[in-house]
Each structure stands twice: as C-alpha cells, then as structure tokens.
Nanobody, 114 residues
Framework: QVQLVESGGGLVQAGGSLRLSCAAS???????MGWYRQAPGKQRELVAA???????NYADSVKGRFTISRDNAKNTVHLQMNSLKPEDTAQYFC?????????WGKGTLVTVSS
C-alpha cells in the first residue's frame, strides 16, 4: 500500500523559506510525484511535479521561487520554497500518479505572514 507522509510546513514571514518533504513508502518506481496546494475557499492546484525521468514543471505563480527534487536513496520528494508570499499560504499535499493509480498524503500547512 502506498503511503505518502508530508512534513516541513509551518509559519514563516514573507520573504522567508521552507522546505517540504514527502516520504513515500510502498512504491515500486516513482511514477510522477507532485506537490499540490489548497487555500481556504479555493480549489486544489498543482504547484510542481517531477516525472520518473526527472522532468519538472511548475505553476507560473511559483516559477523561479520553488524547486522540486527527489532523493532516490531515501524515497523522498522535496519542495524547496523561497521568497514566500502571503498568497502561498495553503495546505500542501504530496501526490503520486503511476499506472493509473493516484495516491495522496494528508498534507502539511504552510502559513506565510505579511
């Protein structure tokens, strides 16, 4: 059974940085790993994704500020978030898609104060 566990969220001032981690277990191969976020009253949106081949893509709103990476040895995906803005405040979720199956973590809360 696939399990995704996020960590690293917290409260940070605008302009600051946070690094989110997603520990994956029960997986065979990476598939496409993604970070999504959902702010109160808004739809969940894709923030960044990395394919099994290592290709990455980002939402326009985070390009140049966020970086997604993968640690194959530790089965962990990271999201480095720099120059954080109040509008980045949201619950951040880890996602995996592989062979037609999709898995979600429970999320970690990021709050950016102005």
């Amino acid at each position: 059974q696939v399990q995704l566990v996020e960590s690293g969220g917290g409260l940070v001032q605008a302009g600051g940085s946070l690094r989110l981690s997603c520990a994956a277990s029960g997986i065979i191969g990476w598939g496409t790993m993604g970070w999504y976020r959902q702010a109160p009253g808004k739809q969940r949106e894709l923030v960044a994704a990395i394919t099994s081949a290592g290709s990455t893509n980002y939402a326009d709103s985070v390009k140049g500020r966020f970086t997604i990476s993968r640690d194959n040895a530790k089965n962990t995906v990271h999201l480095q978030m720099n120059s954080l803005k109040p509008e980045d405040t949201a619950q951040y979720f880890c996602n995996r898609r592989s062979d037609g199956l999709e898995s979600w973590g429970k999320g970690t809360l990021v709050t950016v104060s102005s």
